[in-house]
């Protein structure tokens, strides 16, 4: 027979000293604590971040853990419900073994490709706004030309007086 609460404490331990800046006890009984879980920063320091409450249940690890995200940063809804269902999926490859550290990379790899998502989207909004600069900048060249001040169009005038003249003698 398992001994859960010898289990459950070993995992608390090793976790307290895996993610000693970011893991909370929130009560002993029963067993609550949370995780602040943290991307990697991108460019211009964009990250995401989401903080997990894990609450063991009697029979853990044979029975998933409860778990909540109670704060999020950066992310959109569709981020967090994706990030709930990883965490379903992957405590229910996880029954039977501790799972909070598989569980919390989980979550660590998800964030990153997340911000690896807000880069390429940022990056893609760059090109089409550049796109767009660039095609409006040749429309106002195409349509536009050269603006017309007294100056040059006295200058024109007289070429184009000159040129008539001179197709006036040919005839």
């Known amino acids: 027979m398992t001994d859960y609460a010898e289990e459950q404490r070993n995992e608390l331990e090793a976790l307290e000293s895996i993610y000693a800046d970011s893991f909370i006890v929130l009560s002993t009984t029963p067993t609550s604590f949370s995780i602040t879980v ?61 799972m909070i550290f598989t569980l919390v990379s989980a979550v660590q790899d998800k964030l990153n490709e997340i911000v690896d998502q807000i880069k390429t989207r940022s990056e893609e909004e760059k090109l089409r706004k550049e796109k767009e600069a660039e095609e409006a900048e040749k429309l106002q060249v195409c349509f536009h030309g050269t603006p017309v001040t007294i100056e040059n169009f006295l200058s024109w005038k007289a070429k184009f007086d000159v040129e008539m003249a001179e197709i006036k003698k040919k005839k």
């Open 38 to 98: 943290t991307s990697e920063a991108g460019e211009n320091e964009e990250n995401v971040q989401v903080t997990i409450k894990f609450t063991y249940v009697d029979s853990y690890p044979d029975e998933a853990p409860l778990y909540e995200i109670v704060s999020e940063e950066n992310l959109e809804c569709t981020d967090t419900s994706s990030l709930l269902c990883l965490l379903e999926d992957q405590a229910q490859e996880n029954l039977g073994m501790v």
